[in-house]
């Protein structure tokens, strides 16, 4: 298993050119699973089958990620109240936080804390914000106690609230550096009117350690995103986009339409539009030509796609050893190793001839 520089930081992997694979999509896979309900998408699976959590923790490092992040996202308080278990809050946090400790430590990744969009921030309102704020703060504190390497906040729509987010990880994170991520809707700005290179640029000069864009569009409509950012930023920036085929048409995973029956795809019929083997490694070929150093995937993310990923960038996780190859397959492969009869016949028998 290769993990670049498997005992140093998060700085220090990305001094001189380095990079970092990550590996997010928990919600969409374990919904898609059968173990988290689509809708509110709290992470209860976290304490209903904490086994299957570590599964996917070292599946996704098997695969080629080099950070292990806490399935935290949307377990925060305003989450919880809604389904009627904040009194849950706590114990759930603290699981994530212990399940993802666990196997970094024993794989020698990158240990993450995570927090994420509140959906209850308002710009217009110091109320909302301080409520926020609080949230934010339990939960970097709990990452902290739990000895994380570093802390992700992620899915802001609105620079507002990502920046609230560095700020108090800045202040309660002890030093721990923070990867902050916008999510990109259809226009080429955050919904409070910031384009988003300049966007990514405020939160660098507020003193995230990375920064850059998550979820919503797919490969081919956020990396044009990101070559404003890379113009922007001097630092590490990151792209995590959703592994659907998003376009000029339907920018967003929300405004894809099943080709079928023509309504809405997501999220429960946002399969129809995922992207193939092929889609991740031209997205992964493009990111490095930009400089992305922060790689990964968002939702519908999994482990074959991020193997391609991690491959790209120079890796050889475990998974490699099952990767593809086509030369051993009896309809597809090597002429010289099979008869006329399999290559040629049941091929042209397969399609249809």
Not at 99 to 127: H, M, P, Q
Request: aromatic share 8%; charged share 25%; glycine share 8%.
């Amino acid at each position: 298993m290769n993990h670049q520089n498997s005992t140093s930081g998060l700085l220090e992997r990305l001094q001189n050119g380095g990079s970092v694979v990550v590996a997010e999509g928990y919600v969409f896979e374990f919904e898609r699973r059968g173990y988290l309900k689509a809708g509110a998408y709290v992470p209860e699976v976290v304490l209903d089958h904490p086994e299957l959590v570590k599964q996917m923790h070292e599946e996704f490092v098997h695969a080629g990620s080099d950070v292990v992040l806490a399935f935290t996202y949307y377990g925060h308080r305003e989450k919880l109240r809604l389904i009627g278990k904040e009194d849950q809050l706590a114990a759930m946090n603290k699981k994530a936080l212990a399940l993802a400790r666990e196997v970094a430590r024993a794989t020698g990744t990158l240990f993450a804390g995570n927090i994420c969009n509140s959906t209850i921030y308002n710009r217009d309102d110091k109320e909302s914000q301080t409520k926020v704020a609080a949230m934010f703060k339990e939960q970097v504190e709990w990452s902290v106690e739990e000895g994380v390497d570093l802390i992700i906040a992620e899915t802001f729509q609105e620079v507002g609230e990502a920046l609230l987010a560095l700020e108090v990880i800045r202040t309660y994170g002890k030093g721990v550096p923070a990867v902050v991520t916008l999510c990109p809707a259809a226009k080429s700005m955050t919904y409070d009117g910031v384009p988003f290179g300049e966007a990514c640029r405020r939160l660098e000069e507020a003193g995230a350690a990375v920064v850059g864009l998550n979820c919503n569009r797919g490969p081919d409509t956020m990396i044009p995103l990101m070559r404003e950012i890379r113009k922007a930023c001097k630092g590490p920036i990151a792209c995590l986009p959703a592994v659907y085929r998003t376009s000029d048409e339907s920018l967003t995973m929300q405004s894809l339409r099943d080709p079928c029956t023509g309504k809405c795809a997501f999220p429960t019929d946002l399969p129809s539009h995922a992207c193939s083997r092929s889609d991740i490694e031209r997205y992964a070929r493009a990111c490095r030509e930009i400089g992305v150093n922060y790689i990964g995937l968002c939702c519908g993310s999994c482990s074959h796609y991020l193997r391609i990923v991690a491959e790209i960038y120079g890796r050889t996780p475990g998974a490699s050893k099952y990767s593809p190859d086509m030369s051993e397959h009896y309809m597809f492969g090597d002429k010289s190793k099979f008869s006329e009869y399999s290559t040629k016949g049941l091929i042209e028998y397969a399609n249809g001839f």
